[in-house]
């Protein structure tokens, strides 16, 4: 196919997709050609040869389209979130099959080509039975182990990997973070003396931060050996050592003849699965005090949006075996475990602003970031964390601080009356 006629096909396809009025992205063709026109779009995606359009939509998958991202079929420039907007309303605009029939026919027209990208990512492929240990053990280390510099580049100075929790929308990561980790103590109301547990403890920043600020002796387990080894570094550095230690443990080894004052899991229980809540669950009441507390902090989906099936984005290049459920589902497993539910709090807006500040951090390292991991890898995070931000903001995706209470004899909570010394 000569270049002329690719032109014209790929102008055809986008007049079809694309509201120029309304979509916030442009598109700029291989051959530097801006479509519909030159006007200033918050988002321009770049399509590097002419075959691109065809890798990105022609097996109509979400799966195809971000592989058509990372392999460099086609770039985003500006805000990626921005595409989202994009990328949700396709669907809606190829609605039965004679549209559908029409697009493809076009699509297969243009020349199958794509460059060969050498990558060190590739998609997961785990071996084993569904969240046993071992595939966990797969599943965190393909996510976590990419780099310790590399998440440096973007998260706050403590290495927070879950959302920062804020008091306006322009106020720093540092500060939201750590309100955040504050507010997590608050919460389970720690107290000098206290044994505290963090479940997928990530680098260590909250177990260090309730060892220093609340006096408790903190006991934080993860999956990662790189973040175990960066963790104790720090801990040593801060000398807490003696209150504060790491490891590399799974949640279901935990040893259950001394039970903990608190338990607390952020960012952790997006990797546990359905399947596996109630044993999740047990296994925290059987490692609680009666009248202890648990802050499960985890990621959920919408009741109403309907599971994806096969193979996705998420599951293929960012955290395989990872389940989303709605919160309903959660509380009830919790309850039918024993545990009783005290406050229920959504941080949806926050999560997304954390997201935000992430995003313009990964891309103002983008020359740094490149020393530690491939190309295809940083756009593994830029566009996971930009279509995480979307989801966030259109409530596709909700984040859930929610307080559990083993109860003690009689029922008895523990509890003060009111929680004004959340906000003290």
């Known amino acids: 196919m000569d270049n002329d006629r690719a032109l014209q096909l790929t102008q055809e396809i986008l007049a079809q997709l694309l509201l120029p009025q309304q979509d916030p992205v442009s598109v700029r063709l291989w051959d530097g050609t801006l479509w519909p026109d030159e006007t200033p779009r918050p988002a321009t995606l770049v399509l590097k040869h002419p075959g691109a359009l065809r890798a990105m ?3 109509g998958t979400e799966l195809a389209l971000g592989e058509a991202y990372l392999y460099d079929d086609f770039d985003i420039e500006g805000n990626v979130e921005a595409a989202f907007d994009l990328a949700e309303a396709l669907p809606r605009r190829i609605v039965g099959w004679r549209t559908w029939w029409g697009l493809a026919r076009r699509l297969v027209k243009l020349p199958e080509a794509r460059k060969t990208v050498e990558t060190s990512r590739g998609p997961a492929r785990l071996r084993g039975r569904r ?3 071992a595939r966990d053990r797969q599943a965190i280390s393909y996510h976590y182990d990419v780099s310790n510099d590399f998440y440096r580049l973007f998260l706050d100075e403590r290495m927070v990997y879950s959302c920062a ?3 306006h929308p322009e106020e720093s990561l540092e500060v939201a973070q750590e309100r955040k980790l504050d507010y997590i103590c608050r919460k389970l109301r720690l107290k000098p003396g206290q044994r505290m547990l963090d479940i997928g403890c ?3 920043a909250l177990v260090m931060y309730a060892a220093q600020h609340y006096g408790v002796e903190a006991t934080g387990i993860t999956l990662s050996k790189p973040q175990a080894e960066l963790a104790a570094e720090r801990i040593a550095e801060a000398g807490l050592a003696d209150r504060c230690r790491v490891l590399v ?10 039970p903990y004052d608190a338990l607390v899991s952020v960012g952790m229980f997006e990797h546990v699965g359905e399947a596996k809540l109630p044993a999740y669950f047990r296994k925290a009441w059987a490692l609680l005090k009666p009248q202890g507390v648990f802050l499960n902090h985890g990621i959920a989906c919408n009741a109403l949006t309907p599971k994806a099936r096969g193979r996705t984005f998420s599951n293929t290049y960012v955290f395989p075996d990872g389940e989303l459920v709605p919160i309903s ?6 309850e039918a475990c024993g545990f009783e539910v005290r406050d229920v709090e959504s941080l949806r ?17 983008y020359e740094q970031a490149l020393h530690y991991v491939d190309e295809p890898t940083y756009r ?8 995480s931000a979307h989801g966030f903001t259109t409530g596709r995706l909700n984040v859930y601080q929610a307080l559990l209470v083993k109860p003690g004899e009689r029922g008895a909570s523990g509890l003060p009356l009111q929680r004004a010394d959340w906000y003290a």
């Open 131 to 133: 969240h046993s240990p």
């Open 380 to 387: 593994v995070w830029r566009l996971f964390m930009s279509g």
């Open 165 to 167: 929790y804020f008091a």
């Open 202 to 204: 990530g680098w260590g």
């Open 329 to 334: 589902t959660t509380l009830q497993v919790a």
């Open 57 to 59: 939509f022609l097996k």
């Open 249 to 258: 443990q799974d949640y279901r080894e935990v040893p259950e003849g001394a």
């Open 349 to 365: 807006e926050h999560y997304a602003l954390t997201l935000r500040q992430w995003v313009r951090r990964l891309e103002a390292h």
